[in-house]
């Protein structure tokens, strides 16, 4: 199989020989917390933060991540200020590495019971409206947006009135950490939220007579959101994912959750301000209460757990880590796709998924 790359529509530039190795999107993230030691929610400085942030971008590239959105968790008013500016959206190529594609706030106008390895003195009511979100992320509107996707329990106080003029400014709502009933959740997606977070961590577990935000999932009346699923056995069995899959398959989304210790060794680190363990290359526990604190696991090795979890398609396990996300974003039209016009962000896989090549705006990157 060869790979062409065009720049005038005739010819090609550049003819390469994949030897027989499957050719797909790069791979898009839209939930990570950090990794390769660096953790998005905490600051150093602007200079460390700008260094950490390239490293991650960079070092992202070998698991074929070609796009990510870095995600702060519950913090300080300060933080998001002092940080979110550093992380507009940003051009991925061989020199800064995977593209940024936004920020994902994750918190902190969520739920108390449902806050997991997040410090719940950070979280908030919005109990002034839409201008407590421009308060405390200091959103703007149109296309310079930052903050691309916001966590929110739609049962907090001001959260569900706020969702319509969120979606406005062109944030995408995602619904999590929370303890929300299926009728609060489904009017969110009513108003416009088009994301769970994280599917079935930090929620209202599924009981049938009030199956909470999971409910989402087997709604008929309304348009079922896109979902989150972090793939690593752990976080979720795998039999429950495998539910997901065959409840909705064209919404699942597998996101990493990764934090500061992910491509690290065992050892303490810390999410946020949350002292964490990094137990092994699977498990990180907050230290106190043995709480899971987001995963280590890679994008790719997402892929490959999904496939195999579900039984799925290759194509859809690869669809679930590019096209999903990139249609949850509306960029389907240059990312998550190998059609004409599209961004030049592709993975060459084998037969087992695994990384042997990575391109980004057509170049190749050493992995």
């Known amino acids: 199989m060869d790979t062409y790359f065009f720049t005038c529509g005739d010819l090609p530039d550049v003819v390469i020989d994949a030897k027989g190795l499957l050719i797909a999107p ?15 929610s905490q600051w150093h400085g602007e200079e460390k933060m700008r260094k950490g942030i390239d490293n991650v971008a960079r070092g992202l590239l070998k698991y074929g991540c ?7 968790i519950s913090s300080e008013i ?17 020199t800064n590495g995977a593209e940024i594609l936004g920020a994902h706030v994750e918190g902190p106008f969520i739920m108390p019971s449902k806050c997991g390895a997040h410090e719940e003195s950070y979280l908030r009511v919005a109990s002034g409206g839409f201008s ?35 979606v406005q400014t062109g944030v995408t709502v995602s619904l999590g950490h929370s303890s929300a009933t299926v009728a609060q959740a489904e009017s969110a997606v009513e108003k416009g939220a088009r994301f769970i ?3 079935f961590n930090a929620m209202q577990q599924f009981h049938h007579r009030d199956p909470g935000i999971i409910g989402l999932l087997g709604t008929t009346r309304i348009p079922r959101p896109y979902y989150g699923i972090i793939c690593d056995g752990i976080h979720v069995h795998p039999n429950s994912i495998k539910m997901a899959y065959d409840s909705h398959p064209k919404g699942a989304v597998l996101v990493t959750d990764a934090m500061a210790a992910m491509g690290l060794p ?22 106190e209460n043995g709480r899971l604190a987001g995963s280590v696991i890679t ?16 194509v859809e396990a690869v669809e679930a880590a590019t096209l999903h996300p990139a249609e949850l974003l509306g960029i389907q039209n240059i990312k998550g796709t190998l059609n004409i016009g599209a ?25």
């Not at 407590?132 to 149109?142: I, M, Q, R, S």
């Not at 994008?299 to 290759?314: E, H, L, P, Y």
């Open 78 to 94: 300060e933080i998001y200020h002092k940080v979110l500016p550093l992380l507009k959206s940003r051009k991925g190529n061989k």
């Open 132 to 166: 407590d979100f421009v308060k405390v992320y200091g959103l703007n509107e149109g296309k310079d947006q930052i903050v691309k996707i916001v966590t929110v329990a739609p049962e907090v106080e001001g959260v569900l009135d706020s969702v319509e003029d969120l």
């Open 197 to 199: 977070t994280h599917l």
């Open 266 to 287: 065992p050892g303490d680190y810390a999410l946020g301000d949350i002292p964490v363990r990094k137990i092994n290359d699977e498990r990180v526990e907050v230290i």
């Open 26 to 40: 790069g791979f898009i993230d839209v939930q990570i917390n950090g990794a390769f030691g660096v953790d998005f």
């Open 299 to 314: 994008i790719d090795a997402c892929v490959r757990n999904f496939k195999k979890f579900t039984g799925c398609s290759i």
């Open 66 to 72: 070609t796009s990510f959105i870095p995600t702060l």
């Open 343 to 367: 961004d030049a962000d592709l993975v060459f896989l084998d037969d087992d998924l695994k990384i042997m090549k990575c391109f980004i705006a057509g170049e190749e990157v050493d992995i």
